[in-house]
């Protein structure tokens, strides 16, 4: 069922009619809106309404500016419908690039921890091409972690409130064989430059990453290796401009690292082995 929202006026009164309106219609209001892929939305949207007072208020809310995936209340990931909620980072499609360099390196995982989790996506992703693997995750932020623990119970995934590793059980130090931290990477100054839907509809937290951008990896990378089993990998998505800054984080903290890039998706992740 698509999240409860408050309700406002249709902005599009005469698209709709007592009956469930054409594909259509519905895209000629998202295309008035400025929905760039307005056919692809409306698809989704008519496919999760199942009234017309019900396509009303889900379109009206993606109008408003609500991003598509809360108005869902689900985003695809990896094959995967993770469910999302306000108030808690939406996953991008670019960081399933994230989970493949993962699964490249240790494809036999046994121990996965999904660090600034958020949804909890990447943990779900893992778990779901990996032959049950025993999951943690971590958020600080609380609408986080209740999302997070809706997306992994089916996998028995173990979802912490906290600050990063502090949150974390100590027996699983120097066990953890990937290590995923989707941590906040927008420098301080750049967050307002941000499309309205991040800015407006997502945690600060989540967001924010400090003067460069890099505080939340240095603290990641600094200690990652207490945690990682020998061999075990910790991966972060960065971007290109930071990627050099973030790499040189992760060889201080004694860890053999690569940048790969993918140029389909504009996707940046440093990968550090603990050897």
Known sequence: MPPSFPVSPSPFPSVFSASLPSCDSVVAALRAAGCVFAEDEAALVLAAARTPTELTALVDRRVAGLPLELVLGWAEFRGLRIAVAPGVFVPRRRTEFLVSEALAHAPHADVVVDLCCGSGAVGAALAAALDRPEVHAV?????????????????????????????LPDALRGRVDILAANVPYVPTGEVALLPAEARDHEPLVALDGGTDGLDVLRRVAAEAPRWLAPGGCLLVETSERQAPAAADAFARAGLTTRLAVSEEWYAHVVIGVRH
Do not use: K, Q
Request: charged share 25%.
């Open 139 to 167: 958020d600080v932020d609380p609408a986080a972690v209740r999302c997070a623990r809706g997306n992994l119970a089916d996998v028995g995934g173990r979802v912490y409130a906290g600050d990063l590793f502090g949150a």
